[in-house]
């Protein structure tokens, strides 16, 4: 399976969608429909943890005071669920693999495994 979940107000998404070949992809737009428990719960099993597709980076994490609290798995799983930008992005799933977020080492990992 090949699958992106990405957000279409982000320029950063924007930017890496254009640099991959899209054909064979899944898009998912995480505002307009928003993720599942399941594809929440595949995402864990091919991370290893909800923690890892967690961003801290989002307004609300700042709003919510999160930064002074201790988050449990559980926690992280929840917010993520209860509101998109809690989700790092973009989340590309390649088979079995999965790119989680727009660092430059991630971006270029995910560029390698793709054709052109």
């Known amino acids: 399976m090949k699958k992106i979940y990405f957000l279409k107000t982000c320029d950063t998404c924007t930017r890496i969608l254009k640099s991959i070949n899209l054909e064979g992809f899944i898009l998912q737009e995480i505002k307009t429909e ?4 399941a ?3 595949e995402m864990h099993a091919l991370s290893g943890s909800y923690e890892a597709l967690f961003s801290r980076r989002a307004k609300k994490y700042k709003q919510m005071d999160l930064k002074n609290q201790e988050l449990s798995e559980k926690d992280i799983r929840q917010l993520i669920l209860d509101e998109y930008t809690f989700l ?3 989340v590309v799933i390649v088979d079995s693999e999965i790119f989680i977020g727009n660092s430059k080492k991630n971006v270029e990992a995910l560029l390698e495994k793709l054709p052109i």
């Open 88 to 90: 790092k992005r973009p």
């Open 34 to 37: 928003p993720i599942t428990v």
């Open 39 to 41: 594809q929440l719960e």
